[in-house]
């Protein structure tokens, strides 16, 4: 049986941590004399994103941590792939449906990080609404899909890691459809955790604040070129993947993403949003 991750988003930010440290970790795993640990590294490590001179940039980064580092590195695996909405998951589902017919004795999903998404700044009113709906094919319907579609290769020991973000949990003004966006991935989540429990499937929704990426010149379509106050991705990244290992529903590394969290409960949904729209304006070209 071919054991492999699959992390989507994995061109820049948070998705190259992800793919490196969990390659790592696996190469870890493989030198464990516990076989139920053993049998937690992979073979592959699949990368997934639309830029593929990116992606071999990340496999790149990954060889040479494995030359660095030595062990049993799962070999990296390429798959630039627009999986955005039904078809983009659909796609993938094909390449695991495929990959499953010809592997002596099918595939085994260790590790599947749903990474991939992106956010609008701006008045809702005044975003390109088009744009509002490709977020939600990418953030929403195609997480949902490809979590659906790896769910049959997954067993006992599997993890899944959401990517949603301190945004979910509370309306924001100027940000309305990401934090929804991300306010879905949350509940979904946490539904599914439940749900896969019994199955000895953990799930973690990663809930950061600002962290150091692309996020915010994305956003912006420019105007803001970097996150403000953004924390490092490493340390994000490190501390999810131990909450994950650990089967833990929440991931948030810093503190004051906790605090806020944990306040956001006695804020009222209308006045949260009303505050951040007021008080929290996000510019974009």
């Given at each position: 049986m ?10 820049s ?36 994103a ?6 071999e ?7 040479s941590?494995a ?57 809702f ?57 991300k306010?879905?991935v ?26 150091s ?25 490190e ?6 290992r ?8 810093a ?8 306040a ?5 949904r ?16």
């Amino acid at each position: 049986m071919k054991k492999i991750i699959i992390v989507t988003g994995a061109s820049s930010g948070m998705g190259v941590s992800f793919a490196s440290q969990l390659a790592q970790e696996s190469a870890d795993f493989s030198k464990s004399y516990d076989p139920r640990t053993k049998d937690l590294a992979s073979d592959e490590i699949w990368i997934v994103a639309r830029r593929s001179d990116r992606l071999e940039e990340t496999k790149r980064r990954i060889e040479s941590e494995a030359e660095k580092n030595g062990g049993q590195y799962p070999t990296v695996r390429c798959v630039p792939l627009d999986i955005s909405g039904k078809n983009g998951a659909n796609e993938l589902k094909n390449l695991l449906d495929a990959e499953n017919s010809k592997a002596d004795g099918g595939i085994r999903i260790n590790v599947l990080v749903n990474n991939a998404g992106f956010g609008t700044y701006g008045e809702f009113a005044d975003t390109d609404t088009n744009r509002e709906m490709e977020m939600v094919d990418l953030d929403c319907t195609s997480l949902t899909g490809i979590t659906g579609f790896s769910l049959p290769y997954m067993g006992r020991g599997g993890r899944i890691i959401n990517t949603a973000s301190l945004a979910s949990f509370m309306p924001l003004g100027n940000f309305a459809v990401y934090g929804a966006c991300k306010a879905y991935v949350l509940s979904f989540s946490v539904a599914i955790a439940a749900e896969l429990k019994p199955k000895g499937i953990s799930v973690t929704a990663l809930c950061p604040g600002p962290v150091s990426t692309e996020f915010a010149n994305v956003a912006s379509r420019g105007a803001r070129p970097k996150v403000r106050h953004g924390k490092d991705p490493e340390k994000t990244v490190e501390h999810c993947i131990k909450k994950s290992r650990k089967g833990k529903l929440y991931s948030m590394w810093a503190f004051k993403w906790k605090f806020k969290a944990a306040a956001s409960r006695f804020i009222g949904r209308y006045a949260g949003a009303w505050f951040t729209f007021k008080y929290c304006k996000r510019p974009s070209n």
